[in-house]
């Protein structure tokens, strides 16, 4: 069964840090392009960032330096760090996978969207005091 399980969410303190980890089941997640999404109460999905099976990655949107992907392939895994979390960050964050074996990371967000084969079922961030 082709699956991607997320974990690492919880609850931080603002200017604290989070690892979260998205792990594949039924398939080499090393053979894919995989990214990040966050989903903010009351908006639409955003790509937050992404790695290619080069592990070139694309940051989208304002995160800045503020996070890191990088692939575990010896655990089937692609982690993503989070720093200075701000309560704007909070959200449920899904890891994906881009459709296609090999192909890179789009440039563009909208183009990300687009080529999304498999969904984990998110995990949720919560910054608050």
């Known amino acids: 069964q082709v699956q991607l399980v997320e974990s690492g969410g919880g609850l931080v303190q603002p200017g604290g840090s989070l690892r979260l980890s998205c792990v594949s089941s039924?398939?080499?997640?090393?053979?894919?392009?995989t990214g990040w999404f966050r989903q903010k109460p009351g908006k639409e999905r955003e790509a937050v960032s992404c790695i290619g099976t080069t592990d070139f990655s694309t940051n989208y949107h304002s995160v800045g330096g503020r996070v890191a992907i990088y692939r575990d392939n010896a655990n089937n895994a692609v982690n993503l760090d989070l720093d200075d979390l701000q309560p704007d960050d909070a959200g449920v964050y899904y890891c994906a996978t881009v459709r296609t074996r090999g192909r890179p990371c789009p440039a563009l967000e909208s183009d990300l969207l687009q080529v999304i084969g498999v969904w984990g079922q998110g995990t949720q961030v919560i910054v608050s005091t």
């Open positions: 039924g398939f080499t997640l090393g053979d894919y392009g």
